[in-house]
């Protein structure tokens, strides 16, 4: 029995994992048509208070008309991994530019989706595999 719960357990956490790339996948895809790419460059640190190391940058970038826009991120980084007059890649909506704008990462758009969809599915056969020997094993006991 604790072998079956075993792979109910794995069996969960791989549909949990497939689930979240999937899902992060299809977000990442939909955000990528829906919004405009636009490179931006942080002109400003703003120190988060609670925190000893932790900025919030302050990015300047221009949208497909040539304006420019100011975007002062929610995202967190450590001093020493942002510095004033670094790149960021953006996404921004052409209709809100100021409003909606995310720091863009070609890892978490290309990368992350399949690790986790990969990781899911070993977690699936795993627990495939694990209920499918305890079946078997309990089948080989009853027929003696």
């Known amino acids: ?28 895809h939909m ?16 120190k988060v208070k609670d925190r000893k190391q932790a900025v919030y940058p302050q990015v300047s970038f221009r ?21 004033i007059g670094d790149t960021l890649l953006l996404l921004y909506n052409p209709q809100k530019p100021q409003e909606e704008v995310f720091i863009y990462s070609s890892f978490n758009r ?4 399949w690790i986790l969809v990969i990781v899911g599915s070993i977690f699936l056969l795993a627990g495939g595999g694990v209920i499918y020997k305890a079946a ?8 003696q």
Not at 1 to 28: A, D, H, N, P
Not at 71 to 76: A, I, K, M, V, W
């Open 1 to 28: 029995m604790r072998k079956v719960l075993q792979g109910i357990f794995y069996l969960v956490l791989g549909g949990v994992f497939v689930g979240t790339g999937l899902k992060t996948y299809s977000r990442y």
């Open 31 to 46: 955000l990528s048509q829906r919004l405009s790419q636009a490179t931006g460059k942080v002109v400003k640190l703003y």
């Open 63 to 83: 949208d497909t008309t040539g304006k420019t826009h100011f975007y002062t991120s929610d995202l967190t980084f450590t001093e020493r991994n942002i510095s």
């Open 110 to 113: 290309s990368w992350l989706p």
């Open 136 to 143: 078997r094993k309990r089948s080989n006991r009853q027929k």
